[in-house]
Each structure stands twice: as structure tokens, then as C-alpha cells.
């Protein structure tokens, strides 16, 4: 599957206009050129738009040719798996139309499960049993939110149904899913065998922080989902990333294999975050992600996405 890199062209013609300056997009330039090179990836990108005018502050797009990088052209519609980033918006799903509660428990059965037939297994073999969905998205749970789409959907258990609830969400670009499977939801619901762009993805998760009371039928499935996005940076996967910061950030990490011609065997990652701040009135919002080598040692969302998140965000807020 080819990466996802975006112009800045494409996305001016999208929802968010330009409004760039030439220091700071130097500084994201320079920003994620320097992660890219020092994880010897095959490319990335990273976006900051201010919320307040819905304009982009920088975005940076570097793909590597040969032995040096350049400026990629692709496009940002080309989609690709959300895989954990999908939690977020499969949980929104359960919340706003199945009277599930992030208070709601599942039992994780220490990080492995089987859903009709289908294996399901955690990053780890944690050991954690029932715990809350609040903590299920926070820590990231393949398992947790597997079983907790599955139960929710019962009778309606069909992918179809799933999809067209994630569609209202994202946008009007039609969520692809190449697993004609009506059982798949399990899978699904941790965004493997379907589809969304880099645009769809960044749409929600900017919907959510500009507090978009069209996005949701209730207006409690907002506050929810803020609230498991800020969960992830206080006691989730990226609370070391925040954990010594003067600000608070909500917002989700991303770790997903990267299919290609032989499938899932390269071991190959793409590392993201995609976050918010300030919690009660957000200004900045950002999206980084980043395309690792196969078999890199280090290619999880918060280590490799989430430090250039943080120097982006940094770097504004000091001005």
C-alpha cells in the first residue's frame, strides 16, 4: 500500500485554508525532516491548523527518492487502514448510538480474544481483565473495543451498518472497505480491513476539538470522547510524552502495520498522533504521521509522531 503524503495545494482545497508563515513553516520543515531521517523512515507529514480561524498554520510532506528526501506531491485522499486512530471514532459509534458509557466494562482477557473466528490480540499481553472503556481507548485496546462494537451492534452485527455510522463522522468521501466480510466488525472496529483518508481522520478529530455540536445525535457524545482523547495524555499510551508539559493536550496515538505487496510480513509501521490544546478552549490542533522502515525498532505513535507533535505545538504556543 502506498504511504499517504499530502500537498499543501490539496489541502487549501479542502476545509481548512492557508494561512502559513515562512518561520514557522521553516521550523516544521525542519521539524519533521529530522524525525524522518533519524528513524530512517520512508516518509511522512505533518499539519498544524488554528482551530479559532480554521486555517493551517505549517504542514510539511517528505517522502525519501532514492537516497535523499524531497517534497512529495501524493495525494492526501489516498487511503490507508486508521488502525488505533480508529478507536476514537468506533467508540463515538457505540456512545451516540448504542447508550454505551465510557463508565461501560469489557473484559479484556489479559489482551487476547477470539470474535467469530477471528484472533484479536492487544500490542501485549497485558494481563488486565475487566476495565472501563474510558481505559480500553486510552490504552489502546484492539480486544476491548472489538468486543464492545460487537456486543453493541447484536442483531444489526453487520459491517454495512458499522460503516454507514463512521461515514456520518468523516466526511462525505466514501469509507472504503476491501474485507467483504459482513463478520468483520471486530476487526473493523480497530480500523483494519476498512479504509478513511489522512483528511477523514484529521475531520474528526478536529470536529471534536472545535466542539462541533453537528457531529453527534447527543450532545454527550462529545464530552465523552474529549474526554477518553485527554485519558490517552493523562494515564494512556502517550502520558510520558505529556507528562512534564505546562499545558494539557487530548488526543489519540497511533501504531499501525502498513500493508503492502506482502501483506503484513514486513513488519513495517505507521506511527501517528493526532492531538489537541489547550482541553477547555482548543487552539492548535495537529496531525503527524510518519511511514517507519520495516522491522524498526522503534515505531510506536508516541515515540516517533508524538515528539514532533509536541515541538510544533511548543513552538507556537512560545510565540
Known sequence: MKYIIVTLLLITS???????????????DKTLLA???ANQAEGGLAIVVDLSTNKIISYSAFSKKGVAYVQDTNLMNTPIEPASLMLPISAAVIIDN???????????EGGSTVINGKKIVDAEMHGIKNTSLLNVIAESSNVGIAKLVNNAFKDKQTSTFFIDKVQAYVGNTPVAQFMQDN?????LAFGYGLTLTPKQIFNFYTRVASNDNQLF???NTLQEVKAALAEVCTNGTARKLFSNLNYKVAGK????L???????KDNQYLSSFIGFTSLDQPQYA?????????????????SVAGPVFNALIQNLLSK
Do not use: R, W
Request: glycine share 6%.
Open 14 to 28: 479542502s476545509a481548512y485554508a492557508q494561512n502559513t508563515d515562512n518561520k514557522t513553516q521553516n521550523f516544521s
Open 35 to 37: 524525525a524522518i531521517k
Open 98 to 108: 448504542f447508550d454505551v458509557h465510557l463508565k461501560n466494562e469489557v473484559n479484556l
Open 183 to 187: 463478520n468483520n466488525l471486530a476487526t
Open 217 to 219: 445525535n447527543h450532545p
Open 253 to 256: 496515538t497511533g501504531t499501525g
Open 258 to 264: 502498513v500493508a503492502n505487496k506482502n501483506g503484513y
Open 286 to 302: 495537529c496531525m503527524v504521521m510518519i511511514k517507519n522502515k520495516p522491522n524498526a525498532v522503534n515505531h510506536y505513535g508516541a
